[in-house]
């Protein structure tokens, strides 16, 4: 049974930085895609940014140069490093997944549709 399971959330200070964690378990990470998307309130859950199982990475072009996502293969670990966080960032944070048993996941979309298998989410607050 696939798990993610997310951590780093927390109250941050405009122009501060955060770095969201993301445990997966039950499946073979390594052939996965991850992705990191987010929600605010009244508003549609969106993509930050995702990493195949080629380490090949797509970000959002209105977040790209703020956040890097980065995944430990060792440790089933995925990564948001948030910089330079804005009020705007305020939401919950969520990790995804995107695994069929047997495949390597490759070239995915940054669309949350997509995604297989959803973590319970970490909230962010940026204050100014």
């Known amino acids: 049974q696939v798990q993610l399971v997310e951590s780093g959330g927390g109250s941050v200070q405009a122009g501060g930085s955060l770095k969201l964690s993301c445990a997966g378990s039950?499946?073979?990470?390594?052939?996965?895609?991850m992705g990191w998307f987010r929600q605010a309130p009244g508003k549609e859950r969106e993509g930050i940014a995702i990493?195949?199982?080629?380490?090949?990475?797509l970000y959002s072009e209105s977040l790209k140069g703020r956040f890097t996502i980065a995944s430990d293969n060792a440790e089933n670990t995925l990564y948001l490093q948030m910089n330079m966080v804005k009020v705007e960032d305020t939401a919950m944070y969520y990790c995804?997944?995107?695994?069929?048993?047997?495949?390597?996941?490759?070239?995915?979309?940054?669309?949350?549709?997509?995604?297989?298998?959803w973590g319970k989410g970490t909230q962010v607050t940026v204050s100014s």
């Open positions: 039950g499946y073979t990470y390594a052939r996965a895609c």
């Open positions: 990493i195949d199982a080629d380490g090949t990475t």
């Open positions: 995804a997944a995107l695994y069929y048993p047997g495949a390597w996941c490759r070239g995915p979309p940054l669309n949350p549709r997509a995604m297989r298998h």
